[in-house]
């Protein structure tokens, strides 16, 4: 079944508009829609706190092993950091572009606001409707996770168990975006989205 278009989603007698969402204030609205709870903001609360809980814990036992005169540990855990804040970034953003690609995006944009530290994948006008928006959403923490825990499989008795660790960590607090935009399609029923990159905005509109 295809998507509606623009215009009929425009159209009030068959949509109604839910939200309208202004890119420079995203980081506002995101925190709106997990201030809302609901299964799926529990669920990733929880993620979350693990993952916050585990990456203390090997950061903090990889700067005890540097004062006891074993720095590997906790030079793998500051490049990490140092990835995850830099390279890890645009990763992200481009597996949000590729997973738009997937969808039928045909051209895909790239942006900032570096004074908030939000980033941003866009397809100008493109429709999604949830089980696409899911996987534009979702791709960047399904891809992360698996390279990461591949690593710490593989690394699991040496010091790259430390670099896998802490941007498996650090890669969770990135996704909060994610996940707050997708629970509008969780809180309500047929609901369809797009971006106007002119405008600067997202549209979230509803089948009545």
Partial sequence: MRNPTIGELQNPEDFELIAELGHSNIKEFVLDQLSEGGRLVI??????????????????????????GYSEPLIYTGAALIFSFSLLIPIHE?????????TGATKIHYGAYFRKFIFYAEADRHVLNKKQFELVALAP?????????????????????????????????????????????????????????????????KRR
Avoid: W
């Fill in 141 to 205: 923490f399904v891809v992360i996770k698996v390279l990461t825990l591949f690593g710490l499989i593989i690394g699991f008795q040496s010091p790259i168990f430390y670099f896998m660790i802490t941007v498996m960590s650090a890669h969770s607090f990135f996704c909060a975006g994610d996940i707050g935009l997708l629970t509008i399609f969780y809180r309500h029923r047929d609901v369809y989205t797009y971006d106007v990159r002119a405008e600067r905005k997202s549209y979230y509109f």
């Fill in 43 to 68: 669920t990733y609360m929880i993620y979350q706190s693990v993952m916050m809980i585990v990456g203390i814990f090997f950061i903090t036992r990889a700067i005890v092993y540097g004062f006891n």
């Fill in 94 to 102: 481009l597996l949000h572009g590729f997973a738009l690609k997937v």
